[in-house]
């Protein structure tokens, strides 16, 4: 696996907490999951997502 495909694996897997962390915010479906650990989960995901993407340029 070269370092475009880990990249690309990784934004994507930034993106799916940074998706999960806002449903459980801004629907409160996910009652198992607490709001602090929601917005960590949206933090965390959207500035992993936004650092793979700026590598995914820099590598192209």
């Known amino acids: 696996m070269n370092e475009k ?3 690309l694996l990784s934004s994507v897997s930034g993106l799916a907490l940074c998706i999960l962390g806002g449903y459980r915010i801004f629907t409160n479906n996910l009652e ?3 709001i ?3 917005y960590i989960f949206l933090i ?3 500035i992993g ?3 793979c993407v700026i590598k995914l340029f820099r590598i192209s």
Do not use: D, H, P, Y
């Open 36 to 38: 602090l650990v929601a």
């Open 49 to 51: 997502f936004v650092s």
């Open 44 to 46: 965390c995901g959207f």
């Open 32 to 34: 198992a999951m607490s």
């Open 5 to 7: 495909n880990r990249t």
